[in-house]
């Protein structure tokens, strides 16, 4: 926390803070008057997400110490039901980068949005309360080291919100700032930022060429074979670019100029300024093919005028962004296309337009509030994804069958019901999208990009609720449910593993032309353990429930050719790098549940026992796990977290017990370790990064505290605490 929280920077009151949620969309709400606070109440999970659990009725109980997983089970989802929304999901935040709320502030800048003053209170609180307290700078993410990226933007940020350059905080920042060469050498994404808000000459930001958009499908470089939201990404960047998008200069942008640079904007050297990059913001150095790419685009740059297509190129990359939005919504992909585009539709259109309002209603959707202040999330939510595995969890801990907890699973599954996509993209094949009918997305089924994993995650909830439910309906019928189970097969990759938004379109070579700094192995989609293991488990879990025989043959054809894969994924050590949590630990324990739909365990397999010894060598001496995030980067092998980690020790529990360990103590320690984090009012108390997007974007995932010590939990009084297990994995 920053030591300048307490120096004339105001907060908001809590107390007037609502959590609105319709179909899973989640929207934050000020309330001005007395009267609405009267007649809008604060909910359990409101006060939960504002840091007021002590405000919770349930959250002042204090249970007396468990003294069985199952107990420990019990008081905690006694607490965790409170959180669930009265449309049936879990709401929750799902931040990273802190660079993005300073987007937002940029883009409505740009576009001339007015911000409420509650929300510009509390944008200033978290980025503030974030800020290093040795240098006042700030990093990719709240955990990050301070680099020139994460400063700059969030001080520019911060003068556009009005704060005083001569406040302490700016002070020290902007010292940071011409410690480290001035913005000249921010990475390429602050270059795109700063260009559009005339902070930074568009020469020397290197070009995102709008023409490539108008090259055949067939040619690798077509910007359709990139993954579907960097694919998006790049249609943004690429108008904007083109049009070379900068706002007028006035007084701040003067004033700017002269606070972010060592030397006159206007003596700077822009052509060199393109490949200047901080070296505190080098995650990933870039390529000599980068390099290489870069020189062709300049030279194309320069000469293109004279071929004319440029214009062309433009106008078919405004028609097909338009397409875009209107099959997501106008949701957009997540939160920096949603930034990048909307600035796109007041450029091109003008603020009447139905584009620009379309695009607008919908930046709320990405808003969070916190205890610290007001943060901008990556995506709209992760609504569908975290309810899909509470359900899991809880039918696991055999909680489901409780006659107090039956209205919850009915609410979840009502939700999950309402959540499937019914329907393709309008404009599919224009779009270069995939068929989404009867799958399932991340985040709410308005928003309309579907995921294999998200898929197959709400498919096992579905068919555990009303397979194994005695109380609940059958709201998704089976032909509904077929038709997923034909989707998912289809989308097996050649190699047996799956990939999580569309079928890979890329070459791998393409990797090496990322020009981001910052991020990696982002450009093209690939396979993966997780989705893999997500995709096989769920089809295990359909085969048991489903009595039509022409899927017998295609599952156990597709579970062999997946188990293959993830064979062929596994490392030296035993274990497996998972992509989209913290790290080795969800790798591992991901493939281990895999691998035991199939009938794979610690006696019958190699694979598995190699990777139950790497999980048991990683435990640590107060029985917990604890992974860094940074695993995932740099030399790309396991690095402890300073402190044990209840997700990682429930992840390492849940791993060993799949593969069916047979030695109980480290088990019944990792055990013992999340009990002792379990606060008397049933809780666990927010941790570290969970979740990690591009080897370097880690995630705050913040139901899995809950959800996976639930889970482990429950799992474990299934296998030692009861004469009969009821749990999920009996039916696989």
Request: charged share 20%.
């Amino acid at each position: 926390m920053s030591e300048y929280l307490n120096t004339n920077i105001k907060t908001t009151d809590r107390l007037r803070w609502r959590l609105e949620v319709d179909h899973g969309k989640q929207t934050w709400h000020y309330l001005e008057s007395n009267d609405e606070i009267k007649n809008w109440p604060q909910t359990a999970c409101d006060r939960y997400w504002l840091g007021l659990s002590d405000k919770i009725v349930d959250g002042q109980s204090k249970h007396s110490p468990p003294k069985s997983a199952l107990e420990a089970v019990y008081n905690g989802y006694k607490f965790f039901k409170q959180l669930q929304t009265v449309d049936g999901h879990w709401a929750g935040e799902y931040s990273g980068p802190t660079f993005l709320i300073s987007g937002f502030v940029f883009s409505t800048y740009i576009t001339r949005l007015s911000i409420p003053q509650a929300w510009k209170t509390e944008i200033i609180t978290y980025l503030v309360y974030n800020s290093n307290p040795d240098d006042g700078g700030w990093g990719i993410h709240v955990e990050d080291h301070s680099n020139l990226l994460g400063t700059t933007l969030n001080y520019v940020a911060l003068r556009i919100l009005g704060m005083d350059p001569e406040h302490p905080i700016l002070v020290k920042s902007r010292a940071l700032i011409h410690k480290l060469g001035g913005a000249i050498a921010i990475p390429s994404l602050g270059k795109f930022w700063l260009a559009m808000l005339n902070l930074y000459d568009w020469n020397g930001v290197n070009p995102v060429l709008p023409e490539l958009w108008l090259l055949p499908y067939k040619s690798p470089l077509h910007p359709a074979r990139m993954r579907g939201p960097i694919r998006a990404s790049h249609l943004s960047l690429s108008y904007l670019y083109g049009r070379k998008v900068t706002e007028k200069m006035n007084p701040l942008i003067e004033r700017l100029r002269l606070e972010l640079f060592i030397q006159p904007f206007d003596k700077i050297d822009w052509s060199a300024a393109k490949n200047n990059v901080c070296e505190t913001d080098i995650y990933f150095p870039r390529s000599p093919a980068l390099v290489v790419t870069n020189t062709v685009s300049n030279i194309w740059n320069k000469f293109q005028p004279i071929l004319g297509l440029r214009e062309i190129a433009l106008k078919k990359i405004y028609k097909l962004m338009k397409l875009e939005e209107f099959d997501s919504n106008y949701i957009s992909t997540c939160a920096m296309d949603k930034l990048f585009r909307l600035i796109c539709a007041y450029h091109k259109e003008g603020p009447e337009s139905e584009m620009f309002l379309n695009m607008k209603e919908k930046i709320a959707n990405y808003i969070w509030m916190t205890p610290n202040g007001m943060l901008m999330n990556y995506t709209d939510g992760s609504q569908i994804w975290d309810t899909s595995l509470a359900i899991q969890a809880i039918i696991e801990s055999g909680l489901a069958n409780d006659p107090d907890n039956h209205e919850s699973m009915i609410k979840a599954l009502e939700f999950l019901d309402d959540s499937q996509i019914q329907s393709n993209p309008t404009y599919m094949k224009q779009c270069w999208r995939e068929p989404s009918k009867g799958l399932w997305c991340f985040s709410t089924r308005e928003q309309g990009w579907s995921a294999n994993d998200c898929t197959a995650e709400a498919l096992k909830a579905v068919l555990l609720l009303q397979g194994k439910l005695d109380y609940t309906q059958p709201l998704i019928n089976q032909k509904r449910i077929q038709s997923t189970i034909d989707t998912l097969i289809r989308r097996q990759h050649s190699n047996g593993g799956y990939s999580r938004f569309e079928g890979i379109r890329g070459y791998c070579w393409m990797e090496l032309i990322n020009p981001s700094e910052i991020f990696e192995n982002t450009f093209i989609e690939h396979t993966y353990v997780e989705c893999t293991s997500s995709v096989m488990t769920a089809l295990r879990v359909f085969s048991k429930f489903d009595l039509v025989d022409h899927y017998v043959d295609d599952i156990e054809i597709v579970c062999a050719k997946a188990a293959k894969y993830i064979h062929s994924m596994q490392r030296k050590d035993g274990s497996w790098l998972g992509s989209w949590g913290i790290c080795f630990t969800y790798g591992t324990m991901s493939a281990l549940q895999g691998l035991s739909s199939v009938g794979e365990n610690y006696e019958n397999s190699e694979y598995v026992k190699k990777a139950c010894n790497f999980l048991i060598s990683k435990q640590r001496e107060d029985g917990g796990w604890g992974e860094d995030y940074k695993s995932a980067s740099g030399v790309g092998q396991y690095i402890q977290h300073p402190n044990s980690q209840v997700v990682n020790t429930a992840w390492a529990l849940l791993g060993l017990m799949y593969a069916g360990y047979p030695f109980s103590e480290p088990i019944i320690n990792g055990i013992e370790f999340i009990k002792s984090r379990q606060l008397p009012s049933g809780e666990w108390k927010k941790e570290s990064f969970k979740s990690i997007i591009g080897k370097n974007c880690p995630i705050n995932h913040s139901n899995y505290e809950f959800i996976y010590s639930i889970w482990a939990l429950g799992m474990y009084s299934n296998l030692y605490e009861s004469d009969e297990y009821y749990g999920v994995w009996e039916i696989i």
